[in-house]
């Protein structure tokens, strides 16, 4: 049983769709930056709609189908992103969710997880960092070529900072150079260790683009996660809901080290490691695997 409407944040209008009985519990999938909900692989939603799980993916603010907006005159935060997360959920009338975090999502969960408790059955952070560490001074020094802060998390890998300076010669003026430049990054994300499937990264940037009513806006994401408010600065160790990390050992944007540190924050959090598993979800099988874990991962 599959279900698509929009819910409405604050004014903005979100894409949604919901799969599976809305009498199981509820999953609900917060895709990363930049990116819209059909970044959760349709693989990893049949396996939980199969493991008895009602599942709902969005699209952020700025991606896919959902409205954008003007950063310079209405900028968000954060906390602004967790809204949206659950505004979605009030959409589908969902009192409480097992609320899962890719990336920036990994962050949003966490925030939800803090200051909206009663709506977060179980988290799970996937390839994702403590939603109060500032990643800015690590990037700063990395890109101007400096040695690590040993009290900072590492910076992204060398592979992708010379992906990003390479990025920004690349043309994006047609619609083929935007999905060629697209499908780079996320060749890059993907890590030299595990397969990248190819084609399912081209169909996942032909979507981002080709549903976007202004594909330049979700570069808004890095603006909204680099601003460190105070909401984000609440310990982790408040987090009351059982909390499982995923993360790959060869993540070039956020090294393991990251995942980590969110484990080690949460009472009681359990980390689980991917070996080779780089900042995607774009290896073959790998949908399947984490949505397994997601399935075995009790409340």
Request: hydrophobic residues 40%; proline residues 9%.
């Amino acid at each position: 049983m599959t279900h698509s409407k929009f819910v409405s944040s604050g004014g903005l209008r979100l894409w949604t769709e919901r799969f599976g009985d809305p009498g199981d519990p509820t999953v609900l999938l917060v895709m990363g930056t930049s990116t819209p909900g059909a970044g959760w692989p349709d693989e990893l939603v049949e396996v939980l709609v199969h493991g008895g799980r009602q599942v709902i993916r969005f699209d952020h603010r700025d991606t896919g189908r959902s409205d954008c907006v003007d950063f310079a005159v209405r900028p968000y935060a954060l906390a602004d992103l967790a809204d949206d997360a659950t505004a979605v959920l009030d959409g589908y009338g969902v009192a409480a969710a097992h609320v899962v975090g890719a990336s920036l999502g990994g962050a949003v969960g966490q925030w939800l997880a803090v200051h909206r408790p009663e709506r977060v059955r179980t988290l799970t952070v996937i390839m994702s960092g403590p939603m109060g560490a500032d990643a800015g001074p690590a990037w700063a020094r990395a890109m101007a070529g400096q040695e690590p802060d040993p009290d900072d998390l590492p910076p992204p890998a060398p592979a992708f900072l010379q992906h990003l300076a390479r990025a920004a010669t690349m043309p994006r003026t047609t619609r083929e150079e935007q999905l060629a430049a697209g499908l780079e990054t996320w060749r890059v994300l993907n890590g030299d260790v595990l397969p990248f499937d190819e084609e399912a990264a081209r169909r996942l940037a032909a979507e981002a683009y080709d549903h976007s009513r202004n594909p330049a806006a979700a570069l808004n994401h890095d603006l909204a996660g680099r601003l460190m408010t105070d909401d984000r600065l609440v310990p982790l160790s408040s987090v009351k809901a059982p909390t499982l990390v995923v993360h790959g050992t060869e993540d070039p944007l956020r090294p393991l080290p990251h995942g980590e540190a969110v484990a080690a924050q949460i009472p009681g959090a359990r980390l689980h490691r991917i070996p080779g598993m780089g900042h995607s979800l774009l290896s073959p099988g790998l949908p399947r695997r984490i949505a397994e874990l997601i399935l075995d991962h009790p409340e």
